[in-house]
């Protein structure tokens, strides 16, 4: 069965600073890889997502993931973080299950953003 | 395109109870799936309906059950209410496409007193 880990359950970075948020899978197979945000009290956004080709992808809000598959990463990445980034961010990985494909994410991981 | 609706967006109700919640997916979105989602516990899947069947089932008691309409609207039910059952519960609607994108509703939050 397919897995997911977040190792940080909470990040805090400064306004402006880099921000990198660790993923790793366990997968058999080449997974579907997901970065999803979520606001306080909302649903989740996609925020980016790998299926295959170029293993660095780009996202909405600024935001980029690499796909490593030697290491079953795919970490998220922003070179400068704003206020309004502060959320929960959960990595997915979507892998098939009779007949669909059903994500299983990660714990999540809570980004707070310092002024 | 409207995106996932869910109805209501919050609800208390007393142990015991039983409690039915509802998700309309995108329009052409055949595959809904729910979603339990608690602070201690994350992002935990319940089911996944199909065209009207349940194609895949999550790691929860049978007090929790679903069903899926031919419009492809999902409701799902919680029977016998407890304490723990307190949470977000979300629905997806899966991109048809095969692409396992899933596009959330805004949740629903579920009060147990």
């Known amino acids: 069965a397919q897995s997911v880990t977040q190792p940080d359950i909470h990040i805090t970075v400064s306004e402006g600073a880099s921000l990198e948020l660790r993923c790793n899978y366990s997968?058999?197979?080449?997974?579907?890889l997901f970065w999803y945000v979520q606001s306080p009290g909302q649903g989740l956004q996609l925020l980016l997502k790998?299926?295959?080709?170029?293993?660095l992808v780009q996202g909405i809000k600024g935001f980029e993931a690499e796909f490593k598959r030697s290491q079953s990463s795919f970490n998220l990445r922003k070179p400068s973080v704003h206020w309004s980034d502060a959320a929960e961010y959960f990595c997915?990985?979507?892998?098939?299950?009779?007949?669909?494909?059903?994500?299983?994410f990660g714990r999540g991981t809570s980004l707070i953003v310092h002024p | 395109k409207a995106g996932v609706t869910q109805t209501p967006r919050y609800l208390i109700k007393t142990r015991g109870q039983q409690v039915t919640l509802s998700c309309s997916p995108i329009?052409?979105?055949?595959?809904v799936s729910w979603y339990q989602q608690t602070p201690g516990q994350g992002l935990q899947f319940l089911f996944e309906?199909?065209?009207?069947?349940?194609?895949n089932k999550g790691n929860f008691p049978g007090r929790f059950s679903g069903r899926q309409f031919s419009n492809s609207r999902s409701e799902m039910n919680v029977s016998t209410l407890e304490l723990g059952d307190s949470a977000l519960y979300l629905c997806?609607?899966?991109?048809?496409?095969?692409?396992?994108?899933?596009?959330f509703g805004q949740g629903t939050r579920l009060t147990v007193v």
């Open positions: 329009s052409g979105h055949r595959s």
């Open positions: 997968y058999g197979a080449t997974p579907y």
């Open positions: 790998y299926f295959s080709g170029d293993t």
């Open positions: 997915a990985v979507g892998a098939a299950s009779g007949g669909s494909y059903i994500p299983t």
């Open positions: 309906y199909f065209s009207e069947t349940q194609r």
């Open positions: 997806a609607s899966i991109d048809p496409r095969g692409s396992a994108e899933a596009f």
